[in-house]
């Protein structure tokens, strides 16, 4: 686990590494972050360095070495679920994240359709990154998945980020935390004050906390967390193994799937 600078979370951890979507743009581009950092691990390891979703099981162990609660960023370095990561793998690192109470370990997803609807340890948020490409359609595939995960995961949330895009509407029904933030690098773009004021205005009167990143330069400070049940945050319900291998899966119809880039 690594300390990081992302503002919602104290440590990154990346017992998977890897991502067989490699998000791009027209021209082919990969514009990747996670796949651009991992070319620095050419001299140690090969499936990182040419971003091929694997495990790194030696990182199993380091949530249990942190005490003091955090908030942990749950494969910064890739896609927790990519289609081409073994659901044991996803069903041992579960069993971490449900061992280690201590600790809120936060998911965030390009690829909610592979989401397995199981019941997740409540220490586990789940979201879902947009950054403003979509189209009606995708809305609505996309809405209806989360509606699907309401009972299964207890903090639901979306990081709209960069916000290129203020048509989002209506969808705060869905999430229990929204996120928005700018874009960083050559192509810097902070969403306007009035998009901003608008999300703030509806997590307001909806009652949902907002953490709104620097990089957007609006002008007041809202960094606010879902309020979560503390010692043992709900986690009474049973002490087993959670399982996907053979677990059906109730997928939309991956054609009304647009999500990103
Ligand atoms: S889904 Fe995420 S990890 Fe995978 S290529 Fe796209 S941005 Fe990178
Ligand atoms: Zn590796």
């Given at each position: 686990m690594n300390p990081t600078k992302i503002e919602w979370?104290?440590?990154t951890w990346n017992p998977i590494v890897g991502c067989s979507k490699k998000c791009h743009d027209e021209n082919g581009k990969i514009w990747c972050y996670a796949y651009w950092q991992a070319k620095r691990m050419k001299q140690k390891c090969n499936k990182c360095y040419n971003f091929?979703?694997?495990?790194?099981?030696?990182?199993?162990?380091?949530?249990y070495k942190k005490k003091k609660p955090a908030k942990i960023f749950?494969?910064?370095?890739?896609?927790?679920?990519?289609?081409?990561?073994?659901?044991?793998?996803?069903?041992?690192?579960?069993?971490?994240?449900?061992?280690?109470?201590?600790?809120?370990f936060i998911s965030l997803t390009k690829q909610p359709q592979n989401i397995p609807i199981i019941d997740y340890p409540k220490n586990m948020w789940?979201?879902?990154?947009?950054?403003?490409k979509y189209?009606?359609?995708?809305?609505?595939?996309?809405?209806?998945?989360?509606?699907?995960?309401?009972?299964?995961?207890?903090?639901?949330?979306?990081?709209l980020e960069p916000y290129l895009n203020k048509k989002y509407d209506g969808f705060l029904r869905y999430f229990?935390?929204?996120?928005?933030?700018?874009?960083?690098?050559?192509?810097?773009?902070?969403?306007?004050?009035?998009?901003?004021?608008e999300i703030v205005k509806s997590c307001d009167i909806?009652?949902?906390?907002?953490?709104?990143?620097d990089n957007c330069n609006y002008p007041i400070v809202k960094r606010q967390f879902p309020k979560v049940i503390k010692n043992g945050q709900n986690n009474s319900i049973?002490?087993?193994?959670?399982?996907?291998?053979?677990?059906?899966?109730d997928k939309p119809d991956q054609k009304t799937w647009n999500i990103g880039p």
């Open positions: 979370c104290d440590y091929i979703p694997h495990i790194h099981r030696e990182r199993l162990i380091e949530p749950l494969c910064s370095m890739g896609e927790f679920f990519d289609k081409k990561v073994d659901p044991s793998w996803q069903e041992d690192i579960l069993e971490v994240i449900y061992d280690n109470k201590q600790h809120t789940i979201g879902v990154s947009l950054n403003g189209d009606d359609i995708s809305f609505n595939s996309w809405c209806r998945f989360f509606d699907d995960l309401k009972d299964k995961v207890s903090i639901r949330f979306v990081s229990d935390w929204v996120i928005v933030g700018g874009l960083t690098g050559h192509k810097k773009f902070s969403p306007p004050k009035e998009w901003i004021d909806n009652k949902k906390p907002l953490f709104i990143k049973r002490e087993r193994r959670f399982f996907i291998t053979n677990k059906k899966m």
